[in-house]
């Protein structure tokens, strides 16, 4: 036994004194392979997120956000705004007032809906929103409610489509999405290109959900919880806890991870809405004036870097990170529906943005706008900017995440731990969901079968444990490049797809109104 102890406590001084050698290889080593992925993908990254080669009233616009608002504009106008026609369907078709048992496909309206939510509501609208309040002012809420609006209507686009041409086998599995409805829908209108153009969209689709959709979210949960636990641990714990959870979930399938997101997603709305709904109730009197300078600064800019034209920009873009309209990932979800009418999970995930950027992005920023974290001129009554002119100085300096704990923190001491719990849940549902869809894109590029399947979604988790454990900055840069060139494609493909989505909106409408298509007793 004796001996036993003293090949411990020597093991345990060489464990001692090789750490900090070993660690500073392994951030040499680190710092080396980020370099090198920088250098290599640095000039697709600055492609997908330059500014347009002119300004928009002296301020630089991201091209990839212009393409998605004009792709959302459009889309609203060629349906003559049919995320207001049909909201009131959209809500009967998630309490399953039409649905029908035997539809082919294998999830609810409502785990549909909360699957593809699942992906988008996150990080974006807690730390996203931050970011734009932060820089653009409260203004920035209005452009970003706006184009939560427009957005609505390229959901409806693409997960009519998803549901339209997806596959449906033997076993009652489906696969469906921009890849099929790409390669399909160009195949019966007899256009060209549309099998590359598939391939295209699920290799980007793949590259995003290991990064954005996956390492992202395991590094950003793991900083919180060591924020919150005030210690720094090492981030491969986290990771293989995570991939353990998340491969139990997955490995099951949609309709295993159909039925943990029909739980997750609502309680963890439940959560966050529920404390931002305490700190407005206790400070309801600044409710009137928060509204007014979300209003008035949309138009007038308040003051703040950029003014107007800031805040547009602020507002535009993190609505577009947020809600993800015209990505095409949400199309992958919701066509797993059980549903023979296509255009019925194009009126339910309307709602996505809704929900997403309407309702949870603008109870964060009021809630930021009446916490006073935001420095205000008492002279003039505008903002006032950081030393850099940058953003609008805070109370303690602080930006993204950070500002949205204080600002809650402000009126509840104790909710920096809520909001751990409530990034872990978000990490947790946006990685299983994104699990989902690049291993739809991996099957339609490598095929279908359990061996495939099993494979990707053993990369995934290993990816998580990655994600967790190292700082790799330049692969997230790329890996949030490669879901916005998701965009490019899909939108681009939905502007010749559109036509087909008309006739079936068309023919519902018809039936709708005829009384052909009737409600279900369940």
Request: charged share 10%.
């Amino acid at each position: 036994m004796k001996r036993i102890n003293q090949f411990a406590a020597s093991a345990a001084l060489l464990a001692a004194s090789a750490g900090p050698v070993l660690a500073q290889e392994a951030e040499g080593l680190d710092a080396r392979v980020n370099a090198a992925f920088a250098a290599a993908t640095g000039p697709f990254v600055g492609f997908i997120f330059a500014p347009l080669p002119f300004n928009v009233m002296g301020q630089p616009f991201p091209w990839i956000v212009m393409w998605l608002v004009i792709g959302a504009a459009v889309f609203t106008l060629y349906f003559a705004f049919v995320q207001f026609r049909f909201f009131n369907h959209a809500i009967a078709l998630v309490k399953g007032d039409y649905s029908d048992p035997n539809d082919a496909g294998e999830v609810s309206h409502f785990q549909a809906l909360a699957t593809a939510l699942s992906g988008t509501v996150g990080l974006g609208n807690i730390a996203g929103v931050a970011v734009a309040v932060g820089i653009g002012g409260p203004g920035a809420t209005f452009w970003m409610i706006l184009a939560g609006l427009l957005g609505m209507a390229s959901k409806f686009t693409e997960c009519t489509l998803g549901v339209k041409y997806r596959n449906e086998y033997p076993d009652g599995t489906v696969s469906g999405g921009p890849m099929y409805y790409i390669s399909k829908g160009f195949t019966e209108l007899g256009l060209p290109g549309g099998k590359i153009l598939a391939v295209l969209f699920s290799v980007f689709c793949i590259l995003g959900a290991l990064g954005g959709g996956n390492m992202f979210q395991a590094n950003q949960a793991h900083a919180q919880i060591q924020g919150v636990l005030g210690f720094e641990f090492s981030g491969l714990i986290t990771g293989f806890i995570f991939a353990a959870i998340v491969f139990v979930v997955i490995v099951g399938g949609v309709k295993s991870i159909a039925s943990v997101t029909e739980k997750v997603v609502p309680f963890m709305g439940i959560l966050y809405v529920g404390a931002a709904l305490i700190i407005l109730i206790v400070n309801y009197d600044k409710i009137g004036w928060a509204f007014g300078q979300i209003f008035g600064g949309a138009f007038t800019g308040l003051g703040v870097a950029g003014g107007m034209v800031g805040a547009l920009i602020q507002g535009f873009k993190r609505a577009a990170f947020s809600n993800e309209a015209g990505v095409g990932s949400a199309a992958i979800a919701h066509s797993a529906v059980k549903t023979k009418e296509p255009i019925t999970e194009g009126f339910v995930s309307l709602l996505e943005p809704l929900i997403d950027t309407v309702i949870i992005c603008t109870m964060t920023a009021l809630v930021i706008t009446i916490s006073g974290q935001l420095i205000i001129d008492p002279e003039t009554g505008n903002y006032m900017l950081n030393e850099a002119g940058s953003a609008i100085a805070t109370v303690d300096g602080n930006g993204g995440v950070a500002l949205t704990s204080a600002a809650f923190a402000s009126g509840i001491s104790w909710f920096p731990y809520v909001l751990a719990i409530a990034v872990v849940l978000f990490a947790f549902s946006t990685m299983i969901s994104w699990s989902y869809y690049g291993l739809k894109a991996w099957t339609y590029l490598f095929g279908e079968g359990k061996t495939s399947e099993l494979v990707f979604k053993l990369i995934f988790c290993v990816f998580i444990v990655i994600g967790a454990a190292a700082s790799l900055g330049p692969v997230i840069d790329f890996s949030d490049a490669a879901i916005f060139a998701m965009a490019v494609v899909n939108i681009f493909c939905l502007y010749f797809l559109m036509k087909l989505v008309k006739a079936e909106l068309a023919s519902y409408s018809a039936r709708l109104s005829s009384g052909e298509i009737k409600k279900f007793t369940h």
